[in-house]
């Protein structure tokens, strides 16, 4: 059984860092792309960081780059979202996402179609 877990949302002052967790089980993270999407009220859900494989291939959408970090961690089957200099337009609800598949990393940012969501971590910023 496929499950997705994040953890490590909160209430942070703009400018502050905070990182987020994803906690797969049921499958093997290497092997399949996985990605962090948000949600911030009243728009919709976009992605902001994917990874193919554990070959390294990622993608981040511009409002990430140069301020976000996804990562993967092999051992406990997770991956994580560092989020640096945060603002408050980061405000939202962040979800990771997989379809238990291959496929490149801005592909799978691109398309809101999942098979698989975590519940989701409100990540509140303020100014």
């Known amino acids: 059984q496929v499950q997705l877990v994040e953890s490590g949302g909160g209430l942070v002052q703009s400018g502050e860092s905070l990182k987020l967790s994803c906690a797969a089980s049921?499958?093997?993270?290497?092997?399949?792309?996985i990605g962090w999407f948000r949600q911030a009220p009243g728009k919709e859900r976009e992605g902001i960081a994917c990874l193919s494989t554990s070959d390294g291939e990622s993608w981040y959408a511009d409002s990430a780059k140069g301020r976000f970090i996804m990562s993967r961690d092999h051992g406990k089957n997770a991956v994580y979202l560092e989020m640096n200099g945060l603002k408050p337009e980061d405000t939202a609800v962040y979800f990771c996402?997989?379809?238990?598949?291959?496929?490149?990393?801005?592909?799978?940012?691109?398309?809101?179609?999942?098979?698989?969501w975590g519940q989701g971590t409100q990540v509140t910023v303020s100014s």
């Open positions: 049921g499958f093997e993270l290497d092997y399949y792309a």
């Open positions: 996402a997989t379809d238990v598949k291959y496929k490149p990393a801005e592909l799978f940012c691109a398309d809101q179609r999942k098979r698989f």
